[in-house]
């Protein structure tokens, strides 16, 4: 199995995607991985992998990269040369089986739709973000793939969500619900409220709105939104999350009981801080594209962007593709059957 | 000064709105509370202040209360004899100088916009939640009062967030944000791009896009959207704060060493924690009405309560709705003049 990495991606590349591919490598003895970027400056960190590794890892050769700032679909079109195009091409001709890259999350959606295609029957991508949260994993999507969702969408992300959180977490009947600005009927907006009566006719397990605190208590497998509210959320998410680490830090730098008291708890802390570091938990799979897509967050670092490889490659070989493609195909989750 | 305080609203009615009632009048000596609801169930609260105090509480019986469930607009129009709708006509007949509920939300705003009437030139109004973050505090609103946003009603958010700012928390050119998908200005939808260009033509200290993370971060005086995004992002914090607390807990009831580390680690523990406990800062204010409202968290107990009482009372002292009509008319923040 070949994965191509993105290796010009993100705020530590192409350092980090190199050792992340290596200690995908080394986790998974049948795959191999295109790493695709700035040869020479690529070459050095390919170099220091162990024979074993080094033979899986071969280097695709570019210096245009896609920025934050570029618009999404318009970079796809014309920056043919960009490693995030070359990645999707390899995966369009069958040369690599799946995509993993840090950069621009729009160029991604984009490149995936215009270059992979969408699953026949699926209107738009989503990316879902996976969320361990009490007692439980929760998939939350979409978390920026389609910034503006029409009820249509909102109800296919939830048949994509339950396919995955089926398929990849291994739960039976996945609880699919609606993130709202309450928990009441009469709350959302006419968008939403024709989406939940979709999903409601659907055989989904759907259980009714979410709102914001629902989701950091677990309270269901799949939790769906629009792309804004998703992105908005998963990053203010992080931002909590490091703000609890700063916080911590300065207490304990500028006093002694804390440190004291640090030196006990540290064990626990990080268990519990653990949860709030959504960046270890490898990357968002794009669903609803002619392929496995995993995006990882530009500030990754290797132990992530492993993870997210690995994710990849265990969506190739349970044909996460082909199951969505066959799910939406007999409509199973929207009631036709 | 008299407030309406809507003493069956909340999860912890009346017990809690009373005592909560009770802190705010000893606090400001010259503070009256009208406290609407059952007063067979009120009454027993109000006998246990003292006299300077109870002198100070009236109640206004009414056993007709606003649900969750109960549709916003209908819900004013028809519960007439509801504890909501009996504040708001004491602020509507010069009765009352302010009103304070837990109530329902929506119910809440469209009952200021009917029974109190926007302020010229104001469409929509607006909640707006004071959130301590990095080194300031900034006001995120809309969190609730208008679900779905037109750009005029994102810039007018603006306007009475700068303004809000600069005479209640006392920032002098108070920074602005609006809060999107990414930081690059390609990122947002066409209502972000519009706002954000009547936004910059303002003179508001206008600063860019915020993101989610950024929020956490003290990124800015003031950060706006609408009020879907705002109140799903208001509870998710919300609800990061319960997990961090119970798993805490779960984590010193089980190991003996974070439950030594804890001894010494409390006093910083609770500083940090604090920062989520959004209850404690008292209530939102609904800006953009002819009148001082202020919302409180359903599950307010009496310190919140109280907060949000003297909050209202500072915002009438200080002419709140006066200085907006004022900031409004002259066109100073839409740079007009």
Same mark, same amino acid.
């Given at each position: 199995?070949?994965?191509?990495?993105?290796?010009?991606?993100?705020?530590?590349?192409?350092?980090?995607?190199?050792?992340?591919?290596?200690?995908?490598?080394?986790?998974?003895?049948?795959?191999?991985?295109?790493?695709?970027?700035?040869?020479?400056?690529?070459?050095?960190?390919?170099?220091?992998?162990?024979?074993?590794?080094?033979?899986?890892?071969?280097?695709?050769?570019?210096?245009?990269?896609?920025?934050?700032?570029?618009?999404?679909?318009?970079?796809?079109?014309?920056?043919?040369?960009?490693?995030?195009?070359?990645?999707?091409?390899?995966?369009?001709?069958?040369?690599?089986?799946?995509?993993?890259?840090?950069?621009?999350?729009?160029?991604?959606?984009?490149?995936?739709?215009?270059?992979?295609?969408?699953?026949?029957?699926?209107?738009?991508?989503?990316?879902?973000?996976?969320?361990?949260?009490?007692?439980?994993?929760?998939?939350?999507?979409?978390?920026?793939?389609?910034?503006?969702?029409?009820?249509?969408?909102?109800?296919?992300?939830?048949?994509?969500?339950?396919?995955?959180?089926?398929?990849?977490?291994?739960?039976?009947?996945?609880?699919?619900?609606?993130?709202?600005?309450?928990?009441?009927?009469?709350?959302?907006?006419?968008? &939403?409220?024709? !989406?939940?009566?979709? +999903? @409601?006719? *659907?055989?989904?397990?759907?259980?009714?709105? $979410?709102?914001?605190?629902? =989701?950091?208590?677990?309270?269901?497998?799949?939790?769906?939104?629009?792309?804004?509210?998703?992105?908005?959320?998963?990053?203010?998410?992080?931002?909590?999350?490091?703000?609890?680490?700063?916080?911590?830090?300065?207490?304990?730098?500028?006093?002694?009981?804390?440190?004291?008291?640090?030196?006990?708890?540290?064990?626990?802390?990080?268990?519990?801080?653990?949860?709030?570091?959504?960046?270890?938990?490898?990357?968002?799979?794009?669903?609803?594209?002619?392929?496995?897509?995993?995006?990882?967050?530009?500030?990754?670092?290797?132990?992530?962007?492993?993870?997210? &490889?690995?994710? !990849?490659?265990?969506? +190739? @070989?349970? *044909?996460?593709?082909?199951?969505?493609?066959? $799910?939406?195909?007999?409509? =199973?989750?929207?009631?036709?059957?």
């Amino acid at each position: 199995m070949l994965i191509a990495l993105d290796a010009m991606g993100g705020d530590h590349a192409p350092e980090e995607p190199c050792k992340g591919a290596i200690l995908a490598c080394r986790e998974k003895p049948h795959l191999s991985i295109a790493l695709i970027g700035d040869s020479e400056k690529i070459r050095p960190f390919v170099e220091k992998a162990e024979k074993s590794v080094r033979s899986r890892l071969e280097i695709v050769h570019t210096t245009e990269v896609i920025t934050g700032s570029d618009s999404p679909s318009l970079s796809i079109r014309r920056k043919k040369g960009s490693s995030l195009v070359l990645g999707f091409e390899m995966v369009r001709s069958k040369e690599a089986d799946g995509i993993v890259s840090s950069g621009n999350t729009g160029a991604i959606a984009a490149g995936a739709v215009l270059l992979l295609g969408r699953i026949p029957g699926i209107d738009r991508p989503a990316l879902g973000a996976l969320l361990p949260v009490v007692n439980r994993k929760t998939i939350l999507m979409d978390v920026g793939g389609t910034v503006h969702c029409k009820p249509i969408n909102l109800m296919q992300f939830a048949q994509m969500g339950t396919i995955y959180m089926k398929l990849f977490i291994g739960v039976e009947n996945p609880s699919v619900r609606l993130l709202c600005n309450g928990e009441e009927a009469t709350k959302g907006d006419e968008t &939403i409220a024709a !989406a939940r009566e979709m +999903i @409601e006719k *659907s055989s989904m397990n759907y259980q009714g709105y $979410a709102e914001g605190k629902d =989701i950091p208590a677990g309270i269901s497998d799949v939790v769906i939104c629009d792309g804004f509210t998703g992105n908005v959320l998963i990053k203010f998410a992080e931002g909590v999350g490091e703000l609890l680490n700063s916080q911590f830090r300065e207490e304990y730098t500028h006093h002694l009981l804390p440190k004291v008291g640090l030196f006990f708890m540290w064990p626990a802390m990080k268990r519990v801080m653990g949860r709030f570091d959504w960046e270890k938990y490898g990357g968002a799979p794009v669903l609803g594209v002619n392929g496995s897509v995993v995006k990882v967050h530009g500030r990754s670092r290797a132990n992530a962007i492993s993870h997210a &490889i690995t994710g !990849a490659a265990n969506f +190739i @070989e349970r *044909s996460g593709v082909d199951r969505i493609r066959e $799910a939406i195909e007999s409509g =199973i989750e929207n009631g036709n059957n």
